[in-house]
């Protein structure tokens, strides 16, 4: 299991966003997002993938814990957030 902790996330909202991001990714399955530690966890066939879940997170705005944290990233996880929220 893979673990990226990323920026941005506030609530089941953000993590549904997400999760429905990740799994786009063919190859990666059994995502996790925990909002109390602000956490992403997923299980991929290759190396090559994480870094593929790395840049889907970002362009989401979900940037890593030590990646720079723009306002365009910020805005974007807040339409994320939206999103997430009206597909509960």
């Given at each position: ?58 362009k989401?705005g ?27």
């Amino acid at each position: 299991m893979n673990t990226l902790f990323i920026q941005n996330l506030k609530c089941h909202g953000c993590a549904n966003t997400i999760t429905k991001g990740i799994k786009s990714i063919q190859g990666v399955t059994e995502v996790k997002v925990n909002v109390d530690d602000s956490n992403v966890s997923f299980k991929s066939i290759n190396s090559e993938l994480i870094t593929q879940v790395k840049a889907k997170l970002s362009k989401m705005g979900y940037p890593e814990q030590d990646a720079t944290n723009t306002t365009i990233h910020k805005a974007k996880s807040y339409v994320s957030c939206a999103i997430g929220k009206l597909n509960e």
